[in-house]
């Protein structure tokens, strides 16, 4: 019988998809031996988001968020998602910081570290492979997969066999748009099993309706695991339900390792939780819908919201329609970058811009410069040479990687941390990020300032 490793993502993708990562330790803690004991392949944790959202909106330490997942779930693979050089942040780090923050994620409790680049310039991710593995970790090399003229079945394959020889342990073709079809899944799973020899994983979400068919034709391929959430934290812009793909399998025959008697108490577990969410207005009813337009404009769930957010924010939300068409030629001109973080941003900020300014590129975002000196990597496709041109106003796009230009970022932050910073975590989230890490790390005091002075008044009476 063929095993089907699943890997449950609510901890992870599905509520950063749906609750934009708002989710606080104290919402998931009490399930989490019994998510331990249902058989699942990996539970993601960590990563992505949720990194940034801990200091930002949770008041939380990321770190103490993974030892304590790790305190509970003893049998379970640990599983994150790292952008490469990027980390966990929007822009490069250099190599050393790289290095120390997957070292650290790994003697902090994580197993599985899933490594992506968003141009599939694997001179990024290549630090990041190299380091899980020399750590014990299990490298999962990433194919961002999306759709252009220059992408094709056959790249795709020849990423794949990339990712191999650079040592992965297995490989996840990441569709973070939900744009792939089952006939493309079929074929590339097929393609890629035929010339690797590493496990490959299929990840998707329920933006557009597709992925049950799809993770169920991957899986014919011969895919060896799918990323499914438990059914209270599914669908939508999360991935498909998790409970649904174990029965189907199940009865198809597949091995998944898991049972509907064991995941049912996991979902009763957080019906409420999402209930809490939908009440207070975090869970917006239109991300739970199936939304088409990501296959007419190749557009992720999470970039069209944030379009909507921009355009609001102008009183231009009647704009949305030209937005949405200018969307797409941005991306042409920039060699047709995948759209996820960070590329989504700034191509999506970009075509705000020219649609709102009445000329194409009046403003050129700092962020969209930067990727045609070649910062991010380099451009899958042809760059629109015009646009170079005017970017760059002279300057010379940067030659090889440009990670090996950026001066270590961690001697610099301990010196300025002092004794603020209690370990070398407490570094790497202010390297990450620096305004985020400093007020939690105040008000981190403040709180331990408040015990002491109630310890003493309580000793005191």
Not at 386 to 411: D, W, Y
Request: hydrophobic residues 35%; aromatic residues 8%; proline residues 4%.
């Amino acid at each position: 019988m063929k095993k089907v490793q699943i890997t449950e993502t609510v901890l992870r993708d599905a509520q950063q998809s749906l609750i934009a990562t708002r989710m606080p330790r104290s919402d998931f803690a009490d399930i989490l031996e019994t998510m331990d004991n249902a058989g699942y392949y990996s539970l993601e944790c960590w990563g992505g988001a949720t990194f940034d959202s801990c200091l930002r909106y949770l008041n939380e330490d990321p770190w103490e968020r993974l030892r304590f997942i790790r305190s509970k779930c003893k049998k379970t693979k640990l599983q994150m998602l790292l952008r490469g050089q990027n980390i966990l942040g929007y822009h490069h780090y250099s190599d050393n910081t790289v290095r120390a923050f997957v070292r650290e994620a790994i003697q902090n409790g994580i197993d599985i570290i899933r490594i992506f680049d968003a141009l599939n310039d694997y001179r990024n991710i290549e630090v990041a492979v190299d380091e899980c593995l020399k750590n014990g970790g299990h490298a999962q090399g990433t194919i961002c997969y999306t759709t252009s003229p220059i992408h094709t079945i056959e790249n795709f394959i020849q990423l794949g066999i990339s990712l191999e020889k650079m040592g992965c342990n297995s490989i996840c073709i990441k569709d973070m748009a939900g744009i792939m079809t089952p006939e493309v899944a079929y074929q590339l799973v097929k393609g890629l099993k035929e010339n690797v020899s590493i496990p490959v994983i299929v990840h998707t979400h329920s933006t557009t309706g597709l992925a049950p068919m799809t993770y169920l034709k991957a899986v014919e391929a011969g895919a060896d695991g799918i990323d499914t959430a438990i059914s209270s934290m599914s669908g939508g812009t999360s991935q498909p339900a998790t409970e649904s793909m174990v029965y189907a399998l199940n009865e198809m025959g597949y091995d998944t390792g898991l049972t509907m008697e064991k995941l049912k108490p996991i979902n009763d577990f957080f019906v409420p939780v999402r209930q809490k969410f939908i009440d207070n207005g975090t869970l917006n009813p239109l991300v739970m819908g199936t939304n088409i337009n990501a296959l007419n404009y190749q557009i992720p769930g999470g970039m069209l919201s944030n379009l909507i957010a921009q355009l609001k924010a102008q009183n231009a939300l009647d704009r949305l329609d030209e937005v949405l068409e200018e969307t797409p030629r941005v991306r042409k001109d920039l060699g047709y970058p995948p759209l996820v973080t960070p590329m989504s941003q700034m191509v999506g900020v970009q075509a705000v811009q020219n649609v709102l300014s009445g000329e194409r590129y009046k403003n050129i975002s700092k962020e969209v410069r930067a990727y045609l000196r070649g910062e991010y990597g380099r451009a899958p496709g042809e760059v629109n040479q015009e646009l170079v041109a005017k970017a760059l106003n002279g300057q010379k796009p940067i030659e090889g990687r440009f990670a090996e230009t950026i001066e270590p970022e961690i001697p610099k932050a301990v010196q300025y941390l002092g004794t603020r910073a209690r370990n070398e975590e407490d570094v790497l989230s202010y390297v990450a990020f620096p305004t985020q890490a400093e007020k939690f790390f105040e008000t981190r005091e403040e709180r331990k300032a408040l015990h002491v002075s109630y310890t003493i008044m309580k000793e005191g009476e």
